[in-house]
């Protein structure tokens, strides 16, 4: 599984995070080569730009069947690069796939607006034209659908784009590259740079005046950054960052229910989600049943390679993996018990962390207040609804949230008070390429899918027309 680009060079190795086994080698992109890719795509932009929504929308669709046809080659490549099991990652190519179709039905009924100004005499018109050349940025946790939900609605709006993939993870990005071309979108006018110098390269491209958009997703702390370098030249920004997200369960719940929620929301790729439960918050009348059920759940959980029909693969790296263990240390020196957790072969590399479940855990508890991204699931207690609120909002974050309520009265009551961009009723997955993800507070600015994140890479320009 080798994979080389144009670019210089300069080369690096991309592992396997379940065996350390390198998988792919790809050209090590420095500012300049990227500068290089930057200048494609500003020179395809014009042309791009003016292609008939129609057309666009048709390769976009061939991109989508491009996609779907590739799907045990796409699977393969990121379980390879990411860790992630076999049937998590056939997954992701169906949802990163269907970015590329829904964009194909969006690029051709961008709207405008046709209005008479209330003093009369004037027609107020509203078109929206591309942004321009967008650079956009991914992370290795979702290989192929981070880089479909920025790379779909900005071809899909006329601009044409750069994107650079997490180091861990280039392979599926420079697949899904091929598959654009082979669809029809034209050399240059999507370029994927991988590099091991994030930092030079995309700022070369922040300050760089052909580059009108900047798409991020990844830590907030990263995004941070980023939002200052962009400030210099009022770049128009899109963030999508970190989580922290609350789990409640009413004491109404269907129990078995908001287990089987709670495996998709808190085990998903292995908990390495920004969307993915954080902390659980059980009403003290359903807690025993819920922990029960939910740690049988977990100790049922096979952790193994992803190709080997294992539920929970690798993390991304050793580094992240020490850092989930020593959350769970911290937990369990102030107090907290662990009250289930799945078997690891001692065979397996560092890289493999035990799906657990924690119990006594004080709020404050770093593994409460940290984004853990990772297999552990802090389980908390409440009683008094206000206090859950307060407990739950008490972060940065401002992702997703999750409540599980047997009355839609008492569910939509406690998820109308959660700080968070969404909010999942009775449901364990928010992700959908048609419903707007994104988050509020310092989990971001902007929306991506639906209607909403085809307007983040739309400029509105308003005609202001005599018209008696
Ligand atoms: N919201 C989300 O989806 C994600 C959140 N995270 C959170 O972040 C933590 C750390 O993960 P990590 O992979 O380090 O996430 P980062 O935010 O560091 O990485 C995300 C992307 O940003 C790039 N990047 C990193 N530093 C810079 C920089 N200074 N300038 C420009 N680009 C940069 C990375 O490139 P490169 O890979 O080459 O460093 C990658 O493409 C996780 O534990 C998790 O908590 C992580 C990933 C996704
Ligand atoms: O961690 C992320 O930013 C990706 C969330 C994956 C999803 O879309 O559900």
């Known amino acids: 599984m080798e994979r080389a680009h144009a670019g210089g060079a300069a080369t690096f190795d991309v592992t396997d995070p379940a065996t350390g086994a390198v998988v792919g080698t790809v050209a090590d992109h420095g500012p300049h080569s990227a500068l290089q890719a930057l200048g494609e795509a500003h020179d395809a932009f014009p042309s791009w730009s003016a292609t008939p929504p129609r057309r666009r929308s048709e390769i976009l669709t061939g991109a989508h069947r491009g996609m779907i046809a590739a799907k045990d080659r796409l699977a393969a490549l990121i379980v390879a690069e990411n ?14 796939a269907e970015f590329f179709r829904w964009y194909a039905e969006e690029a051709v009924r961008i709207p405008g607006h046709f209005g008479t100004a209330p003093g009369g005499g004037v027609r107020n018109v509203v078109s929206r034209a591309p942004v321009g050349v967008a650079a956009l940025i991914t992370p290795w946790n979702f290989p192929a659908a ?23 993870t280039p392979l599926t990005a420079l697949a899904i590259e091929e598959i654009l071309l082979e669809a029809g979108v034209p050399e240059g006018a ?22 009108r958009k900047l798409s991020f997703t990844g830590s907030t702390g990263v995004g941070r950054t980023l939002l200052s370098q962009c400030a210099d030249r009022v770049l128009n920004t899109s963030m999508e960052l970190g989580g922290n997200a609350p789990f409640v369960v009413a004491e109404d719940a269907d129990i078995d229910a908001a287990v089987q929620g709670a495996m998709i929301a808190k085990f998903r790729n292995s908990g390495q989600a920004c969307t993915a439960a954080n902390r659980f918050y059980v009403h003290r009348r359903v807690a025993d049943a819920f922990v029960e059920r939910f740690g049988r759940a977990v100790e049922a959980l096979k952790v193994g390679p992803g190709e080997q029909g294992a539920d929970i693969g690798p993390v991304i790296s050793e580094r992240q993996a020490d850092g989930i263990r020593s959350l769970v240390e911290s937990a369990v020196a102030d107090g907290a018990r662990v009250a289930h957790r799945a078997e690891v072969s001692p065979d397996l590399p560092r890289t493999f962390v035990a799906p657990t479940v924690l119990t006594g855990v004080a709020p404050d508890a770093a593994v409460v207040r940290e984004e853990v991204f990772g297999p552990v699931a802090p389980v908390l207690v409440w009683e008094d609804e206000d206090e859950l609120v307060e407990q739950a909002n008490a972060t940065e974050y401002g992702l997703a949230s999750y409540v599980y309520a047997g009355s839609a009265d008492a569910a939509m009551r406690i998820g109308e008070r959660l700080e968070a961009g969404m909010v999942g009723i009775n449901r364990g997955l928010v992700s959908d390429p048609s419903a707007p993800f994104g988050g509020v507070k310092q989990s971001g600015l902007g929306r991506e899918g639906a209607d909403l994140g085809l307007d983040e890479y739309l400029e509105p320009t308003y005609f202001s027309v005599a018209w008696s």
């Open 83 to 96: 860790g992630k099991s076999r049937a998590d990652a056939e997954a992701e190519v169906g949802y990163a």
């Open 146 to 168: 981070m880089a479909t939900r920025k790379l779909a609605p900005a071809l899909a709006a006329g601009c044409t784009a750069v994107l650079k993939p997490a180091a861990e």
């Open 190 to 211: 999507v370029r994927v740079v991988p590099t091991t110098a994030a930092a030079p390269v995309v700022s070369a491209w922040i300050a760089d005046r052909r580059v």
